[in-house]
């Protein structure tokens, strides 16, 4: 774990965390999609 800091010098923080919180949205919002279309 000691190079693990060295993927903050290649990408920017706050682009990981916009990144990050994008992806889960789009997560949730199709496993809520598939749940919804099973539930009929």
Known sequence: MAKFYKIWLVF????????????????????HLVLLSTEH
């Open 12 to 31: 920017d923080p706050r682009r990981v965390f916009v990144a990050q919180g994008v992806f889960l949205f789009l997560l949730a919002a199709m496993i």
